[in-house]
C-alpha cells in the first residue's frame, strides 16, 4: 500500500520561511506533488517532483529524495494569502491512468 | 478557474433520493477522476476513467455509480445514500500516462454533498 505522513498543523509570520516535511512508502513511485487547498475550494497544483533534488517556483521550492521517501515544500516571503492545506501526493501507476495517495495535508496559519 | 467545472456546488438530498453530480473539463485531458474528501480525512480516490474506460474502482459502495459517456464529461450518480456520505466530491481531470510528462491531475471547485 502507499503511506504518506506529513505534519497536521504548522504556524509561521508573515514574511518569514516555512519549510513542510514529507515521508512516503510507495512501490510503483512515479512523482510527488504538492497542492494548496483554501478552506472550502478545490486543490490546485504547485509543484511536481520526479527526480532528486530541488524544483523552484517563485516564492514556493519543493525538494524530493526518492532514496529517503521524503520531499519539503519551502515557502518563502510568506504572506496572509498562504493561509492553507498544502497536500502532499504520491503518484504511481498501474494503469495508463496514474493514481494518487494524498497525505491528511498541514494546515498551515500564516499570522501578522 | 482550472478548466474542470462541476455542478451542482452545493447538494442537499435524503437518503432515498437519487441524484447525479455533473463534471465537465475543457482541458483536452484522457483521464478523469473521482475523490471524496471528508472532514478530518485525506483525499479518497474513488474512480478513474482512462480514455472513456473505468480503470479504476477502489472498493466504493455500489450506492455510487460513474459514468463517463465521453473524455470530457464524467458523472457520479447517487441512489440511497447514508448520512455518512456527506462529504465534498471533488472531480479531477489529467492528460494521462501515454501523453508523458507528470500527468498534474487538476480538480474542479467540488460539490459539497449533505445526506439527510
Known amino acids: 500500500g502507499q503511506n504518506i505522513d506529513q505534519p497536521t498543523e504548522m504556524t509561521a509570520t508573515e514574511g518569514a520561511i516555512v519549510q513542510i516535511n514529507c515521508t512516503y512508502q510507495?512501490?510503483?513511485?512515479?512523482?510527488l506533488f504538492w497542492y494548496q487547498q483554501h478552506a472550502g475550494e478545490a486543490p490546485t497544483f504547485l509543484s511536481y517532483?520526479?527526480?532528486?533534488g530541488l524544483e523552484e517556483k517563485g516564492r514556493f521550492s519543493s525538494f524530493l529524495s526518492r532514496s529517503k521517501g521524503y520531499s519539503y515544500l519551502l515557502l518563502k516571503e510568506l504572506q496572509m494569502k498562504d493561509s492553507a492545506s498544502y497536500l502532499c501526493?504520491?503518484?504511481?501507476?498501474?494503469?495508463?491512468?496514474?493514481?494518487?495517495?494524498f497525505g491528511d495535508g498541514t494546515t498551515l496559519t500564516v499570522k501578522p | 478557474e482550472t478548466g474542470v467545472t462541476q455542478t451542482p456546488r452545493h447538494l442537499v438530498m435524503g437518503m432515498t433520493n437519487k441524484k447525479s453530480l455533473k463534471c465537465e473539463q475543457h482541458?483536452?485531458?484522457?483521464?478523469m477522476y473521482w475523490y471524496k474528501q471528508s472532514a478530518k480525512k485525506p483525499l479518497e480516490l474513488m474512480f478513474v476513467?482512462?480514455?472513456?474506460?473505468?480503470?479504476e474502482n477502489n472498493s466504493v459502495p455500489s450506492r455510487f455509480s460513474p459514468e463517463c459517456p465521453n473524455s470530457s464529461h464524467l458523472f457520479l450518480h447517487l441512489h440511497t445514500l447514508q448520512p455518512e456520505d456527506s462529504a465534498l466530491y471533488l472531480c479531477?481531470?489529467?492528460?494521462?500516462?501515454?501523453?508523458?510528462?507528470?500527468?498534474?491531475?487538476?480538480f474542479g471547485p467540488g460539490t459539497r454533498l449533505t445526506v439527510l
Open positions: 479531477a481531470s489529467s492528460q494521462g500516462r501515454q501523453q508523458g510528462g507528470p500527468d498534474t491531475q487538476y
Open positions: 510507495t512501490s510503483g513511485f512515479n512523482g
Open positions: 517532483n520526479v527526480l532528486d
Open positions: 501526493a504520491v503518484r504511481y501507476y498501474n494503469t495508463n491512468a496514474g493514481k494518487s495517495t
Open positions: 482541458l483536452g485531458h484522457n483521464a
Open positions: 476513467y482512462s480514455l472513456e474506460e473505468r480503470v
